[in-house]
């Protein structure tokens, strides 16, 4: 990256308590370079201090649903407990709306595109809000994907949506959930009995059941 397009270089200075002598330092920084580290001394009584020069090298995405349950790139077992189950919709006016959040740990802007969606039942997932882009190092931002099955049954897709992180580009897993055509209780029949008053009255017999037989 050219150095005129990264952000400033933090300097830190870090300070030990040594032996008296002569060390190296070196520091390691989740996505940072270490432009130069300068300054060791080793001082009087044997504190030492040094300071180093950090270049931001990388964003660094995760994606969490369902609140802050984290989802792994590539990740193929969709579960309720990460968002990625939609559970159950009717396919007459059902849907279910999630919420996932794209946070950037890394240390220069993430840069997102807008999620789509593909596999068998893609149609029946749709992003209804986009993610903002890009996002800042520190910062986050969300997007809302809305179930509304078009058939019962399993509904399954995945969702992908490009992105700048070094290692997890295109971010992708599976989602799914549970088309139903029906109302969510059994079919009732009601059988008239001889304390009915209207339909046809059959005798009340009496007997035991044993075995599943009625005699
Ligand atoms: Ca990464
Ligand atoms: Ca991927």
Do not use: K, W
């Not at 989802?71 to 559970?87: L, M, N």
């Amino acid at each position: 990256m050219a150095a005129s397009s990264a952000p400033p270089a933090p300097r830190e200075t870090y300070s030990a308590i040594v032996d008296p002598g002569t060390y190296n330092a070196s520091v390691t920084a989740i996505g940072y370079d270490t432009a130069s580290t300068t300054g060791l001394v080793v001082a009087n009584g044997g504190n030492a201090t040094f300071s180093a020069c950090l270049n931001g090298v990388a964003p660094e995405i995760t994606v969490a649903g369902n609140g802050t349950i984290d989802i792994v790139d590539g990740d193929t077992t969709p579960s309720v407990a990460d968002g990625t189950d939609f559970g159950i919709a009717n396919i007459t006016g059902g849907t279910v709306v999630h919420t996932f959040t794209i946070q950037n740990i890394g240390a220069v802007n993430l840069t997102v595109g807008l999620p789509t969606t593909s596999g068998p039942n893609a149609g029946d997932f749709n992003v209804t809000m986009a993610p903002s882009s890009p996002v800042a190092p520190g910062g986050s931002t969300t997007f809302q994907v809305t179930f509304d099955p078009s058939a019962s049954g399993p509904r399954t897709a995945t969702l992908t949506f490009s992105n700048n992180d070094p290692d997890e580009n295109p971010f992708d897993f599976s989602i799914a959930g549970t088309g139903t055509n029906g109302s969510a209780t059994c079919p009732q029949v009601v059988l008239p009995n001889d304390n009915s008053t209207s339909g046809t009255r059959v005798p009340r017999r009496r007997g035991t059941a044993s075995n599943g037989r009625f005699t």
